[in-house]
Every structure is written in C-alpha cells, then in structure tokens.
C-alpha cells in the first residue's frame, strides 16, 4: 500500500529547476572535499514528528490526518512502518531514528508494550534488510507517561526508576536487534521544578547509576552503538540536568562517564540555552565529544522548542563548517528532529519540509567547503592570534614563560597596541560565500 501515492522518487534537479518536488542543491553523489555529499550529511527521519505528530497544539487538536490514521493500535504501527520506507525511498534518505513509544503502542502492562515491540521490531528488521535503510539512533521515551512525572533516572520513586530501567534494557536490545549506530538519552523530565523538595545531588548520583547500568548491558549484549546525551536547559522541566554541551561534559567527566559517550546536539536547544548552535558544536569538538546533530531552528520571537525544519542558511553553513573542521560527523548524522507547522497539514508538506531542510543542509556544506578549503576563516582567525607565534607569545604557548618572565616583558612594553576584530566585515565576507556557491 502507497502513502504518498501522488509523490515520486525525488530527483537532484539542480539550481534552475522550479519543480517544488526537486533537490536544487543535494545531489547525493556530488564529491566535496574527497567525500560525497550522502557521506558528509547522512540524513535521518525523525519517526515521531513525521509518522507520530499530527498538528495538536495546547489550543487545538489535531490538524494533519494521515493514510495510516484509518487504523488503530498496531495496525496503525504497521502502517508507519510501510510509510517510513516508502518516505525514506522517495526522498533518498539514508537513516531514520525512533523512540520506543513512537513505533508501537504502550500495552497495559510492560509485558504487553515489550510484545508489541516484538512485532514492528522484526518488521522495521525486514524492511531495512529490502531497503538497505539504517537506524541512526534508537533511544527510549521516558518522559510522556505520566509515571515520569517526578523524572526516570532522576526521579524520587525507585519503583519508577526499576520501571526506567527495563524500559532502557529493552531500547538497548531493540538497537541491537537493528543495528543502530548510536542510542540516545535525552532526559526529558530528568531535571526538577524547584529546590525545596528537590536532593539534586541525588538525582544526579542516581542519573549516573542508571548510565553506568547502561554501558554494563550494552557490553553484555555485544550492542556496540555510540551512547549519545542530548543536552537541553528547559521544557518540560524548568532546570533540566543536561543544559548544554558544557553543562553535560561536566557531568560525565565528574561520573566517570566521559570515554562512554558523545552528544547529540540540537539547534534549537542550543538557542534555548542562549547559545548558537556551532557554539555548541565547537564546545563538543574540542573536548572530543561531538556525535551527532538533531538538525532544525527555533524562532527568535518564541522562546520555546518550536522545532521547525533548518532554512537558515548561515546556521546550516557554520553547522557545516563545524562539522567539516571537526573531521566529519563520524557513526552521527543529520537526523530532522522537526516538524512541518500546524498549517502544512498535507502529506506534501512533509516532503517539501524534508527537501526545504535537506537543500539547506547542502547548500550550507558547499558554502563550508569553500570557507574551509580557501582558509576564509582560518586565515582571519590565523592572523588574529599570530602574536603568540613568535616572541613572548611563542614562550607563554611552549610553556616556558612565568609570571615574572611575562612581568619583565609587561614593565619594558608599553604602549601596548591591539588591532581591530573587524566583525561587521567578516559577516559580509560570510554572505558573499553563501551566495556564490
Ligand atoms: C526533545 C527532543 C527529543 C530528542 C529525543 O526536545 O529533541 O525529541 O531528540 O528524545
Ligand atoms: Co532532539
């Protein structure tokens, strides 16, 4: 049965193409800096905004009715299921990630929710080994049952914290069932409202508990996915325990944690923390713990997870040249954590929402190649340190220089002169090479 009967295959079309249902920039085979541009991007689906969401917002109900909404329980599970691969095919994308509850419905009792899982297991199984499709991530949603009201790892209820823990152990087996190349947690609800019923010491011990118990089951199994935090400051709780890439990095290093996992780091929880996403790119890469990207953008005059698909095409350039200068996106990849609006109800939408993303993604690599390979940015940030290259900068960088030496140097050396960061003209430097490319 066919989802998106009135869609075909979509085709690289090029720059001069006015076909809607067309890429103009993602061309799959093109080779950019000795890798095609599949390999640099690896594009996921994200299962619950594509096949899961339909349109509800807390004024309205649902806007989007869909093919496989004519059937309930697991039919409708089995029904996401042909529509995934047929959605995957016709926009030629690689992976596609889920959460538990996303791909079969919750049972009464954890025994029924895991023998639902059985079921669309084995079909998602079947239907990667047809297609070649890959899980990027799998991970388990332990924020939207009501028994996570308090947290699942974090929260004051062991009974709750046991219900989490075999929620995880059957996610990790699910991922290795399908061969996924990372397993994602993104705490939700581990986090709190306020401090006067609150031990955050023990939240944060019993958080690491449940993430050593992780790394033991998946050595167990043989599951060897990359483990992937994903930071978020707030939404849905007020102080969420991972706020960012710093925030998250200090927790693993503290828990002795670090060597175990990577992140997988999102846009628009980035802008939420008050930072820009390649800030967030650039904190992993340096601490070596870049994984993977949830890609999408927020709206500045909303301050909420608005989650609404990449089009932004100084974001995706500089996410691109992070990624570039960090050596590649490595077992990660691009995975749409995002959702058409409320108003783009039809079927159509989600192609064109994909394509809008996926141009913008290809767009911004061929615009990060250029700054990258002509050294545009290098050379400027080059240039700006240059004065630790020689002469007392040279001392401080090898090591050699103490605080008296830098004194002595200080007392002789005044005036001291600084130069200009030139900003503004950077800026427009940036703008010319997005538009040339
Ligand atoms: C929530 C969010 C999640 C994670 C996976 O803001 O980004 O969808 O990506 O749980
Ligand atoms: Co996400």
Known sequence: MSYFKNINTIQFEGKGSDNPLAFKHYDPNQVIMGKTMEEHLRFAVAYWHTFNANGTDPFGSATMVRGWDQYNGLDRAKARVEANF????KLNIPFYAFHDVDIA?????????????????????DNMKSSGKKLLWNTVNMFSNPRFVHGAGTTCNADVYAYAGAQLKKGLEVGKE?????????????????????????????LARLYHMAIAYANEIG???????????????????????????????????KDHFKLNLEA??????????????????INGMLGSLDANQGDLLLGWDTDEFPTDLYSTTLTMFEVLKAGGIGRGG???????????????????????????????????????????????????????????GAEIVSGKATLASLEQYALQNNPIKNESGRQ?????????VIFSV
């Open 86 to 89: 047929e959605f995957m095919n």
């Open 105 to 125: 419905p919750e049972g009464e009792t954890l025994q029924e929710t895991n023998k639902n899982l059985d079921v669309i297991v084995a079909l998602l199984k």
């Open 178 to 206: 399908l061969g996924a190349e990372n397993y994602v947690f993104w705490g939700g609800r581990e986090g709190y409202e306020t401090l006067l019923n609150t031990d955050m010491g023990f939240e944060l011990d019993n």
């Open 223 to 257: 599951f060897d996915a990359q483990f992937l935090i994903e930071p978020k400051p707030k939404e849905p709780t007020k102080h969420q325990y991972d706020y960012d890439a710093a925030t998250t990095i200090s927790f693993l290093q503290k828990y002795g944690l």
């Open 268 to 285: 628009n929880h980035a802008t939420l923390a008050g930072h820009t996403f390649e800030h967030e790119i650039r904190t992993a890469a």
């Open 334 to 392: 691009v995975n749409f954590d995002a959702k058409v609006r409320r108003g783009s109800f039809e079927a159509e939408d989600l192609f064109l929402a994909h394509i809008a993303g996926m141009d913008s993604f290809a767009w911004g690599l061929k615009a990060a190649a250029k700054l990258t390979e002509e050294k545009i940015l290098d050379n400027i940030v080059d240039n700006r340190y240059r004065s630790f290259k020689e002469g007392i």
């Open 424 to 432: 503004e003209r950077i800026r427009l430097i940036l703008s010319e």
